[in-house]
């Protein structure tokens, strides 16, 4: 059975909170748990590690077959080098730091990567990009990306680059229906990382496909989140299962 490993979501100590006052939480959400055990793979989250502790993030990497990048909060601008525009879009950098080492540590041991949401922004950022901060103050005119009201039942339309590894997942579909979560998004592209999906009509970079020596792959949407009763949406399934092949490629058993 497959070992797949979960980047943690945080909470932060807050002493107004009614339980666990003053404590970090780190943890994951149910629909993605679901989606990745959906295939017979068995599913970890990664906590992060006490500093100079006896176990750290690569330890996770040689012993896991995989590794899923769960969305979340904003990723720092300070990550990539930029101050936040707004305050509220200062986003966590102390869970930037411990997802980027943990998505280097799963790449230096060739285990295969999947970014859902946050979690692309973060292989571009780890790989070198940058984010726009808030798409409908960086990019006048773009579509709404995130509707607080109708959060995951808020859709628009992609379209995959032809020839593109999505599109080989996806033969003879050239645009298809998502879901859309976001308010930011890849705007300078990481080393060695292409586009393969692009909103439209707006042209937001929607998938990044790393072209180095191993399976590193993200997507804006979540497909976690997708009704597969739904025939007009994106089928998820070819996504979940590209990973889970190369994830079983490298695995010793």
């Not at 006896?54 to 990497?61: E, K």
């Not at 730091?97 to 292989?123: H, S, W």
């Not at 990019?139 to 039942?153: C, I, N, S, T, V």
Request: proline letters at 8%; hydrophobic letters at 40%.
């Amino acid at each position: 059975m497959l070992k797949i490993g979960l980047s943690a979501c945080f909470f932060h100590p807050d002493h107004n909170r009614n339980i666990f006052r003053g404590k970090t939480l780190q943890y994951l959400e149910q629909s993605i748990a679901r989606w990745v055990m959906s295939s017979g793979a068995m599913l970890l989250m990664i906590p992060a590690p006490q500093q100079n502790g006896p176990v750290q993030l690569a330890d996770y990497a040689r012993e896991l077959d995989g590794l899923v990048l769960q969305g979340g909060s904003d990723l720092s601008p300070t990550s990539y080098g930029e101050t936040p525009i707004r305050p509220e879009w200062s986003g966590d950098r102390i869970r930037d730091d411990y997802a980027i080492e943990l998505t280097r540590a799963f790449m230096k041991e060739n285990k295969p990567v999947l970014g859902i949401c946050r979690g692309v922004q973060l292989i571009n950022v780890a790989m070198g990009g940058s984010l726009f901060q808030d798409l409908p103050t960086q990019r006048p005119g773009a579509q709404h990306h995130r509707d607080g009201e109708l959060y995951d039942q808020a859709f628009h339309e992609v379209q995959f680059v032809p020839n593109s590894g999505l599109a080989k997942l996806y033969p003879g579909i050239a645009k298809a229906k998502i879901n859309t979560v976001h308010h930011q998004a890849p705007k300078d592209i990481g080393k060695d990382l292409v586009v393969e999906a692009w909103s439209v009509p707006d042209r937001i970079p929607e998938a990044l496909r790393w072209q180095g020596d191993g399976y590193v792959f993200g997507v804006q949407w979540h497909p976690e989140f997708q009704d597969p009763e739904r025939k007009d949406l994106l089928d998820t399934k070819p996504i979940l299962a590209e990973f889970l092949s190369a994830a079983r490629a490298e695995s010793p058993v």
